[in-house]
């Protein structure tokens, strides 16, 4: 048995809490890599329908140990008011863990990101204000808080004074905003401490036992490769690699031991936030597909602009993560179209293009070239093998396998954990 990594292909949003929800059962561990609460995961299973911002999606597997790794930026009270929400329903989190080197989210980084973003003004990206980027931006810079310092109250309470006295510098003179007390965030961090310590560990460690003991493992990604830092529609993208490769980087598991990687697509594509989208479609199609997809931000409730599937984009996400195969999400919300289409190029300036482009200016110039194909109008959700979808939902997949050159392991044909076609070849 072997490291799985579960990507997010797009820009996020593609589902990839009910595909770790659905793999859970096949692995030992879950180990969610990146991000922090701006990323939501909904699940909908036997407990109930969850949305997810820090818990690992493998917590309703009560064998299955569930880890926050060291690439998370982790908001203490949202964390543990989601542990206490789930408890609620009869889950057990006696097999949760946290990383002793996952950086905590500060009540400076979420006032810091509001008042950053006001200031951006029309360039605003579209961020969720809650202190995300700023908590990355101190932990590269090197002015970040580990869980492991909250650990020790002494450590802690001299590191906090000293850098909110340089945080408080940046509220006041700045932006002319008030002062935060150390005193009231010493406190008050200390209690999430005292509540947060049993979950707490060296789980680099753990994992890497694991690794050599032969342990199935799932890697949980957050957001989608086309919001990474490096390689997404920078400056619009998040803070952490949700990319493969920050699955290792951001569970401390080497890069040697991951053996499969499955990259999760949506039929369609979403977005939320600024930056640019060549297939969004701002028209009664992509009204439709948000309304039967109900294509709203489980974190922000905000509406996601939706479009047909962008195969260049797609070809590029399965380059740049080496992906090994497809998870293909949301097949039902096309059950009632009629034809389908699918961006196979871009038109730029008379010229076709092929490859997704770096420069932000060049990409908003180009023009989706569509590939037209016959919907199957009538519903799939009872379907549980490839072979039984209608020739026309066959031949849709087929072409975006061709299209994207990686095959289809996984298809989701229903939000709840059942409604799922898997295929022989998944390997996990």
Partial sequence: ???????????????????VDLLAKTVETVVRFSGGDNAGHTILNSYGEFKLHLVPSGIFHPKVACIIGNGVVINPAVLLEEVDHVRKYGVDTSNLFISDRAHVIMPYHIILDKLEEGKR??????????????????????????????????????????LLEFKNDILTKIYNAPPLSLESIYQQYCQYSERLAPFIKDTTYMLNKMVLQNVPILLEGAQGTMLDPDFGTYPYVTSSSP???????????????????????????????????????????GNLIR???????????????????????????????????????????????????????????????????????????????????????KPIGTIRSRKQLPAQARNYISRIEDLLGCPVSIISVGAERERA????????
Avoid at 126 to 148: H, N, S, V, Y
């Fill in 1 to 19: 048995m072997s490291v799985i990594a579960v990507i997010g292909a797009q820009w996020g949003d593609e589902g990839k809490g009910k595909i």
């Fill in 121 to 162: 003004g029309k360039g605003a990206i579209g961020t969720t204000g809650k202190g995300i980027g700023p908590a990355f931006a101190d932990k590269i810079a090197r002015l970040g808080i580990r869980t492991c310092d909250l650990l020790n109250k002494e450590q802690f309470r001299a590191r906090l004074s000293s």
């Fill in 243 to 285: 990319m493969a490769a920050g699955s290792a980087l951001g569970s401390g598991i080497s890069p040697k031991a991951i053996k499969h990687i499955v990259g999760v697509f949506k039929a369609y594509t979403t977005r939320v936030g600024g930056g640019p989208m060549p297939t969004e479609l701002k028209d009664e199609v």
């Fill in 291 to 377: 309304e039967v997809a109900h294509e709203y931000g489980a974190t922000t409730g905000r509406p996601r602009r939706c479009g047909w599937l962008d195969a260049v984009a797609g070809r590029y996400s399965v380059q740049i993560n080496g992906l090994t195969s497809i998870a293909l999400t949301r097949m039902d919300v096309l059950d009632t179209f009629s034809s389908i289409k699918i961006c196979t190029s871009y038109k730029l300036d008379g010229q076709t293009l092929d490859r997704f482009p770096s420069d932000l200016a060049i990409l908003e110039k180009c023009q989706p070239i569509y590939e037209e194909l016959p919907g199957w109008q």
């Fill in 421 to 428: 076609i898997i295929a022989k070849r998944l390997v996990v």
